[in-house]
């Protein structure tokens, strides 16, 4: 990883910020993070399979076929330069996993950032959810504002026929990406800070929850409380720090040597 080192000695050295969306959701939350994020950053929006410009590709219920997906991509980004990873709710889940996988293939981020998610080893009301009956489900999906106007009223409208199976699908990814971070052998510690954000209002991932993402790192953790509830990520706000900390952090490595 000398050339991190390399292009930072220079002077000109750009991060790129690879930001992970949260269950049954696109991208479209990092739409304004571009300019939001401030100078030297890139973003880049990584919609998984079922989705935006994917929406016609198989959609992911398994650790397996996330990494096979994500993880070629993030390690030619690697190779560029310096790089970070935000993930918000199940996107969360899906940086830690990746950051796992990265940092055992020896090309870590600069750090990993997280929202509104609590960390892998509690639970959420959202936990095993994914099979249950609509009736169900609704009602917890509303109760954290993921419920569109009418959308319980309307069984074959068009949010339930099309949304709903996504969200279905990406809960139970994020079941498997928890079971694996369980697992000695898959999961623990990442070797990076982890940077958490959670919802002052948000009534599915408490900030006295997210405190416990110090246990999921061997590095530093800090945790920052922003305004709002559980959807946050298209916050100016939230950009401009996720970006200041990609600055901070590009500052902070080694001008000898390697990382």
């Known amino acids: 990883m000398a050339s991190r080192t390399q292009v930072h000695k220079a002077g000109a050295a750009r991060v790129t910020l690879n930001c992970l969306a949260h269950a049954g959701a696109g991208v479209a939350s990092y739409r304004g993070w571009s300019t939001a994020v401030g100078p030297g950053v890139d973003v880049a ?11 016609r590709e198989p959609r992911l219920t398994e ?3 996330l990494l096979a997906d994500l993880l070629p991509g993030l390690l030619e980004t690697a190779r560029r330069g310096p790089y970070a990873l935000y993930g918000h709710s199940m996107g969360a889940l899906v940086g830690y996993t990746l950051t796992r996988a990265l940092a055992d293939a020896g090309a870590p981020p600069l750090f990993l950032a997280v929202g509104a998610c609590p960390p892998p080893h509690t639970t ?3 936990a095993g959810a994914a099979d249950l009956p609509d009736e169900d489900l609704l009602p917890l999906l509303d109760d954290i504002g993921s419920l569109p106007p009418g959308a319980s009223a309307s069984p074959g409208g068009l949010w339930r026929r099309s949304v709903l199976p996504v969200l279905r699908d990406d809960l139970r990814l994020a079941t498997s990406l928890r079971n694996a971070a369980l697992d000695p052998v898959t999961g623990g510690p990442v070797n990076v800070p982890v940077l ?12 006295a929850a997210l405190r416990h993402w110090q246990q999921w790192t061997t590095s530093l953790t800090e945790l920052h409380t922003v305004a709002g509830g559980h959807f946050f990520a298209s916050s100016p706000n939230l950009a401009e720090r996720v ?3 990609c600055r901070d952090q ?4 080694p001008t000898g040597g390697g990382l």
Do not use: H, K, N
């Open 45 to 55: 929006a990584l919609p998984l399979p079922g989705r935006d410009s994917r929406r």
């Open 63 to 65: 650790r397996a076929g």
């Open 124 to 126: 959420t009301a959202l």
């Open 196 to 207: 958490v954000f959670a919802g002052r209002d948000d009534p599915l991932a408490a900030p």
């Open 243 to 245: 970006g200041r900390a």
């Open 250 to 253: 590009l500052a902070a490595l």
